[in-house]
């Protein structure tokens, strides 16, 4: 009878260099068309995420230089907010909100039905301070878009009369309409744009 060593027990063969370099490009690619496939998916499914659906908004807070502030969100909502005041000084601190609504009417006002309401664009400005706002403090209000001309026209919602008032602008060469205001005024009013004789853009 012939006895068999202990560790005569058969061993698996080892894998070469090159069958390892094959296992490991095959698993590499195996794992990479996962992962396209789970991002295919992803992407196909619709998008719920709310700060993608949000409105365009943007808040800065600063302090006065040379009894001025100017706040700019052209890239954001295409405003810029320029307050100035003599009682403005260098402990003064203000904070500035601007929103842009594109064509949709903002909550608790009726449509600008003046012109065509297809092609009104709505805004609105919001201006707080650890101070008293005076009528001597202005905040001119600055708002772009590519489809303004000279014929655009802008309006303010009143709340107390529970309409929109016409406001004198100027029309700059950027496609820019200026409007005056008494800062104390800008506490998140509706701004509405009609832009006369174009065509909103999609």
């Given at each position: ?153 802008m309006y303010y919602w009143n709340t107390s009369e529970g309409k929109w008032v016409y406001l004198p602008t100027d029309f700059q060469s950027t496609k820019t309409l200026v409007a005056t205001f008494e800062a104390l005024n800008l506490t998140g009013i509706p701004i509405a744009v009609e832009n006369i004789g174009t065509v909103a853009p999609e």
């Amino acid at each position: 009878m012939s006895v068999v060593p202990e560790n005569s027990s058969k061993r698996k063969p080892k894998m070469s260099p090159k069958s390892r370099r094959r296992l490991m490009i095959v698993s590499v690619i195996l794992v990479l068309a996962a992962a396209f496939i789970l991002v295919d998916i992803y992407l196909s499914q619709p998008i719920n995420n709310p700060a993608l659906n949000q409105l365009n908004q943007q808040t800065t807070s600063s302090f006065p230089t040379n009894q001025k502030i100017l706040v700019d969100h052209n890239c954001t909502t295409n405003i810029v907010v320029e307050i100035s005041g003599n009682t403005l000084s260098s402990s003064s601190y203000f904070t500035v909100k601007t929103t842009s609504e594109g064509t949709q009417v903002p909550k608790n006002v009726t449509a600008l039905t003046i012109g065509n309401p297809e092609i009104v664009r709505y805004y609105s400005v919001e201006v707080s301070a650890n101070m008293t706002l005076t009528p001597e403090v202005t905040a001119k209000v600055l708002i772009y878009n590519p489809t303004f001309s000279s014929n655009s026209a802008m309006y303010y919602w009143n709340t107390s009369e529970g309409k929109w008032v016409y406001l004198p602008t100027d029309f700059q060469s950027t496609k820019t309409l200026v409007a005056t205001f008494e800062a104390l005024n800008l506490t998140g009013i509706p701004i509405a744009v009609e832009n006369i004789g174009t065509v909103a853009p999609e």
